[in-house]
Nanobody, 128 residues
Framework: VQLQASGGGLVQAGGSLRLSCAAS????????MGWFRQAPGKEREFVSG????????TYADFVKARFTISRDNAKITVYLQMNSLKPEDTAVYYC??????????????????????WGQGTQVTVSS
């Protein structure tokens, strides 16, 4: 199974981007999916996660009310709509997924070790 992320790019502060990540090589949709990011010189950090049924979502405090995660299970694709972008949102964004625990408690969504699949990352650059 592979994760392919897309949608990154260069945007001015206050602008929007929509990231997409599709899982290929598997027909099952019961993945917990999410996004992490890593800025230059900084540690990787959790951004958002979503349950396979979309009934549970979590966000890092720094993106609440600006980012929205969603998914399309027919396509095994997760999206991250990013609005009101700030220069500090500049980072490589990684799509993540875990097919083994579809009912994972949301408390564990923030941990990188909860995810067995990682995409290649897509660069998001926000200019001031």
């Amino acid at each position: 199974v592979q994760l392919q992320a897309s949608g990154g790019g260069l945007v001015q502060a206050g602008g929007s981007l929509r990231l997409s990540c599709a899982a290929s090589g598997d027909t099952f949709s019961r993945y917990v999916m999410g996004w992490f990011r890593q800025a230059p010189g900084k540690e990787r950090e959790f951004v958002s996660g979503i349950s396979w049924s979309s009934d549970r979502m979590t966000y890092a405090d720094f993106v609440k009310a600006r980012f929205t995660i969603s998914r399309d299970n027919a396509k095994i694709t997760v999206y991250l709509q990013m609005n009101s972008l700030k220069p500090e949102d500049t980072a490589v964004y990684y799509c993540v997924a875990d097919p083994t625990r579809p009912f994972l408690d949301t408390r564990y969504y923030t941990s990188a070790t909860s995810y067995s699949l990682w995409g290649q990352g897509t660069q998001v650059t926000v200019s001031s």
